[in-house]
């Protein structure tokens, strides 16, 4: 497609589940970008990839956060033992990567978490 | 002290009216500067970019203090269709790693 893809939209599950959520950049940005926004908040930095390797992960909350990027392209992000306080919108975004474009991040349209 | 701060409002200002939103950031060694705007439940879109020798886009100025780290966005003329969330952006020296502000939330009433 033309834009950032996320799926699911929106994911209620309880407390304790493991979830995936997953994240398909544009075509041809080298570059993905996790963020989790609560209400009345900004995006929350959680990871940034350029490729298959994060190239910064300082954002990840604690280990039970994980995201993967095998190829270059889609990217899963994985949450372990889920607590009511990982409820939020996981925003996905990609960008044409580092040295190219203008640093314009294009979100997708998010994947709403609802941890019961 | 957060990387990127922003006045939460929210600003209420009639239709026409002029409202700036101001923007600090602690890093020093960062390099590039955006607004982005949010509408409600929506995801957040580019706006503009901030440049060191200011920038306008129409009735959007954006402006930039290196020796303060301060960042702010100037709305002329303000229109109902303003009305939104409006994220100051800041991308750290060394990577692409981009920091988003919480926010300032404007409305716009008739």
């Known amino acids: 497609g033309a834009g950032v893809s996320q799926t699911p939209s929106n994911k209620v599950t309880e407390k304790g589940k493991y979830v995936e959520l997953r994240c398909d950049p544009i075509s041809g940005h080298t570059a993905l970008y996790w963020y989790r926004q609560s209400l009345g908040r900004g995006p929350e930095f959680l990871i940034y990839f350029q490729g298959t390797g994060a190239a910064d992960d300082s954002g990840l909350p604690n280990d039970r956060f994980f995201a993967v990027r095998p190829e270059g392209s889609v990217s899963t992000l994985k949450i372990q033992r889920t607590e009511r306080g990982d409820s939020a919108v996981y925003l996905c975004?990609?960008?044409?990567?580092?040295?190219?474009?203008?640093?314009?991040?294009?979100f997708g349209e998010g994947s709403r978490l609802t941890v019961l | 002290r957060k990387e990127v701060e922003q006045d939460p409002g929210p600003f209420n200002v009639p239709e026409g009216a002029t409202v700036a939103f101001n923007c600090t950031y602690s890093?020093?060694?960062?390099?590039?500067f955006f607004w982005y705007r949010q509408d409600c439940r929506k995801e957040p879109k580019l706006l503009m970019s901030v440049y060191s020798s200011g920038n306008e886009d129409g009735r959007f100025t954006a402006q930039l203090n290196r020796a303060s780290q301060y960042i702010s966005l100037l709305i002329r003329d303000s229109k109902l269709s303003d009305s939104a969330t409006y994220l100051c952006?800041?991308?750290?020296?060394?990577?692409?790693?981009?920091?988003f502000g919480a926010g300032t939330r404007l409305f716009v009433k008739a």
């Open positions: 890093n020093s060694a960062s390099q590039s």
């Open positions: 952006v800041v991308i750290n020296t060394g990577g692409f790693k981009t920091i």
């Open positions: 975004a990609s960008s044409p990567g580092s040295g190219r474009g203008t640093g314009e991040l294009f």
